[in-house]
């Protein structure tokens, strides 16, 4: 048996275990850099793919895109060096204490984004979810999965006159649902013609409304509103590239730009300055909102005395997500609690981190300077696109995995200097990594991906 003090750092590293809670784009960055040094890293996903927001946020027309970022993750979680543990939940399946107490892993890295959406906050509003009410998650996830034959989420309809209650570049997206889904219907119905998603979003409604020579009216369509609580220039569709007053003043030029080209292209109507306070209902059923009017002063919404009512018998809230609270973890508001002057160690543990913006709440999208300076050199170049989503996400993620790589690097300093576990501990790890994963089901990485990625649409139409 070799002496302790001969082993390699290579070797030391190895005896280390890291839990990392979350696969995605944060946590299999730190996963590829922890791996780099051959420390060995269980990877705890709730979900059966550990794509995060690429696979349940974005809209499935973002498939490039989403194939692109989850083949990066893919490589990076099939080392060697990884156990994936999928289809468990800290916090529900295993509480957050065990991890840290009772397996024996030198550090616990947390990095499980944002997937509880921002509440309405309006009294008793909840009692429609899903009768009414839809929360952009959920939304999202039934749109990208609704055409698999093993569905078994929420089933949706889109409707008439629906409200949705937003303003970033996500509900952006929610509109482009609403509206193909409309169009999709009406034209099949109408004109008896199955045109697939991709074609509408891809062509525009207004486009294929001039394609079969027909308008919103003849096809019994009225379309939602996008009801923002400030103007369109303060949508936070593109950050201005620094703080000077001239590049804030061209950000909002583009932003107002971007929405304007949406709403064209996708024929949705838009209400600025305006909140929801309050909802109509009618025997227990969702009737509309009512809204009250704010004016912005030094950039401080206020609200005015003017109110008034939407009838529809549909909302969607799209006001963003925030992490889930997992319990014995301390949270300020939204975001986990971290210690003092730290940008990842998590306040209240020692060698517990947090990385990925959702989880630490540092550096939200409208900060994002990079995708700032990208967009303008794209309006320089006169080549606005209207996928300002993909623009963003991939300058984001990509800030995202710059912060992740930071912060590591650091954490492995940190976790270096621990003492190594004991033979008897690694063994008892190693058992206990191979029942969970027995009873879900996995065997490996790449065997377990190709049977749990669903059929794909864009390979069905
Ligand atoms: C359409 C869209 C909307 C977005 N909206 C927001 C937003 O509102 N706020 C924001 O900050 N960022 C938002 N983003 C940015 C997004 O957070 C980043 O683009 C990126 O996905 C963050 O990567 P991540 O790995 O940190 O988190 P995610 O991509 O969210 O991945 C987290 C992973 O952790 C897993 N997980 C979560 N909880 C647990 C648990 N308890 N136990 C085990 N596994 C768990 C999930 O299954 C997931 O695989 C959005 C992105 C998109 C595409």
Redesign the pocket.
């Known amino acids: 048996m070799k002496n302790a003090e001969n082993f390699t750092r290579n070797e030391i590293n190895n005896k280390h275990f890291i839990a990392v809670?979350?696969?995605?784009?944060?946590?299999s960055e730190a996963v590829n850099l922890l791996t780099d040094q051959n420390f060995r890293v269980v990877v705890?996903?709730?979900?059966e793919l550990?794509?995060?927001?690429?696979e349940d946020?974005?809209p499935n027309w973002h498939h490039n895109l989403r194939d692109r970022q989850t083949t990066v993750i893919n490589e990076k979680l099939s080392h060697k060096n990884v156990y994936f543990i999928p289809k468990?939940?800290?916090?529900?399946d295993i509480t957050f204490d065990e991890i840290k107490n009772d397996w024996g892993f030198s550090s616990v890295i947390l990095?499980?984004?944002?997937?509880k959406d921002?509440d309405l906050s309006i009294n008793n509003f909840n009692k429609f979810i899903d009768k009414g009410l839809i929360y952009q998650n959920a939304l999202?996830y039934w749109f990208n999965h609704k055409h698999e034959n093993n569905y078994k989420g929420p089933k949706y309809t889109m409707k008439n006159n629906a409200i949705v209650v937003g303003g970033?570049l996500?509900s952006l997206?929610v509109m482009k649902i609403i509206m193909i889904e409309l169009v999709q219907t009406a034209i099949k119905n109408k004109k008896g013609v199955a045109l697939n998603m991709f074609y509408i979003e891809k062509k525009g409604i207004d486009a294929v409304l001039a394609e079969f020579n027909t308008n919103l009216e003849a096809l019994e369509i009225e379309p939602p509103v996008l009801v923002y609580r400030r103007n369109a220039e303060d949508m936070p569709l593109k950050s201005p590239i620094d703080d000077t007053l001239e590049n804030i003043e061209k950000a909002k030029v583009v932003s107002k730009k971007l929405l304007e080209k949406y709403l064209e292209k996708y024929m949705f109507k838009f209400i600025p300055t305006s909140t929801p306070i309050g909802y109509l209902e009618e025997n227990d059923t969702f009737k509309g909102m009512v809204f009250q009017k704010m004016k912005s002063v030094n950039g401080k919404l206020i609200p005015t005395a003017e109110t008034f009512e939407l009838k529809s018998e549909l909302l969607i809230s799209s006001i963003?997500?925030?992490p889930?609270k997992?319990e014995n973890l301390t949270y300020q508001g939204d975001s986990l609690k971290l210690k003092d002057q730290s940008e990842y160690s998590v306040y209240g543990y020692s060698n517990v981190f947090a990385?990925?913006?959702?989880?630490t709440g540092k550096g939200?999208?409208q900060e994002s300077k990079q995708h700032g300076k990208q967009m303008t050199e794209k309006i320089i170049s006169q080549h606005l696109t209207e996928d300002a989503?993909e623009d963003w996400?991939m300058v984001?993620?990509k800030e995202?995995t710059g912060q992740v790589k930071k912060n590591v690097v650091s954490i492995i300093e940190d976790i270096k200097n621990l003492k190594v576990p004991s033979e008897k501990v690694i063994l008892a790890m190693e058992s206990k990594i191979a029942n969970l994963q027995k009873k879900v089901g996995y065997k490996d990485y790449e065997s377990w991906i190709k049977e749990h990625t669903p059929i794909r649409i864009e390979n069905m139409e």
């Open positions: 809670i979350g696969g995605s784009v944060s946590g705890f996903d709730m979900n550990p794509y995060g927001k690429l946020g974005l468990t939940k800290i916090g529900r990095a499980n984004g944002a997937w921002r999202i970033g996500a997206d963003g997500s925030i889930e997992i990385i990925g913006n959702a989880v939200n999208i989503l996400l984001y993620n995202i």
